[in-house]
Nanobody, 120 residues
Framework: QLQIAESGGGLVQPGGSLTLSCAGY????????IGWYRQAPGKEREGLSC????????NYSDSAKGRFTMSRDNAKNTVYLQMSSLTPEDTAKYYC?????????????WGQGLQVTVSS
């Protein structure tokens, strides 16, 4: 079973930055494409970004583009989401997901998620 653990969430002031990490346990993450998602209260889960298994390709939603950067360190079996210029609208529960198909397609294995709160 694919075990995923997110870390790095918390409270940050508007305009601030935060880096989320997603570590895989018991499997090699470099076989899989990885996605970051978020869900704000009362809203549907939103896809933010995806990175290919090799890390050579990424894509971003409009809300993430220009502010968020996704990367992976396969030697550490970890994927990252660097977030900057955060606003209160970025407050949500953020999830990492391992995809069995190419570029965030196929079956999805979700992490438990972590809270990011942007507030002064």
């Amino acid at each position: 079973q694919l075990q995923i653990a997110e870390s790095g969430g918390g409270l940050v002031q508007p305009g601030g930055s935060l880096t989320l990490s997603c570590a895989g346990y018991g499997f090699f993450m470099d076989y899989y494409s990885i996605g970051w998602y978020r869900q704000a209260p009362g809203k549907e889960r939103e896809g933010l970004s995806c990175i290919s298994s090799s890390g050579s390709a990424t894509n971003y939603s409009d809300s993430a583009k220009g502010r968020f950067t996704m990367s992976r360190d396969n030697a550490k079996n970890t994927v990252y989401l660097q977030m900057s210029s955060l606003t209160p609208e970025d407050t949500a529960k953020y999830y990492c997901a391992v995809h069995t198909g190419d570029f965030c397609s196929g079956s999805i294995h979700w992490g438990q998620g972590l809270q990011v709160t942007v507030s002064s």
